[in-house]
Structures are given as C-alpha cells and as structure tokens.
C-alpha cells in the first residue's frame, strides 16, 4: 500500500504557535510580499522551547521541526496576502 510520509512529533503544534507568535508578537512573517527571515528564525526558536520542553525533543531536533513549521506558516502567510 501506499506509505505516507511522517508528520513529526509537534509539527502541528508547532505551526498554530508560530501563527500565533506572528499575531500577537506583531512580527508579521512576510513583510510586503518578501519572508522577514528574523521573524521566521525568532518564532522557530520560541516554538522550538515549547516542543523541547512538551516532547522531550533535543535541541537540535525541536528546532528541525519548528522551523519546517515555520517556513509552512510563512508560506501561507505569503499565499494568503497574495490572494
């Protein structure tokens, strides 16, 4: 049968955190249509904490994760403004 692939441990979680952190720290993930690459980084970090600390995660991989979900949650960030 068909295999699909893994989800991560906390990449959902990871990805409404994010959104949330560009919404209420009013650090928008994409600035007139271009990725701020700052704010991307400075919500992958904080996801990165929660994930560490909810799923025992190392650094290293808490970060892997937050940050895939970040560069989703900036993506759709950019797809909705264009729209």
């Known amino acids: 049968m068909g295999s699909r692939p893994k ?3 906390g990449l959902l979680s990871a990805r409404a955190q994010i959104q949330g952190f560009a919404r209420f720290q009013r ?3 994409v600035v007139a249509g271009k990725f701020d690459h700052s704010a991307i980084m400075t919500a992958a ?3 990165a904490t929660g994930l560490q600390e909810r799923y025992g995660l190392t650094r290293a991989a808490a970060l892997s994760t937050a940050l ?3 560069w989703q949650a900036a993506k ?8």
């Open 7 to 9: 989800v991560p441990a």
């Open 27 to 29: 650090r928008p993930l």
């Open 45 to 47: 970090a904080v996801a």
């Open 68 to 70: 895939k979900a970040a």
């Open 76 to 83: 759709m960030a950019r797809a909705a403004t264009a729209h």
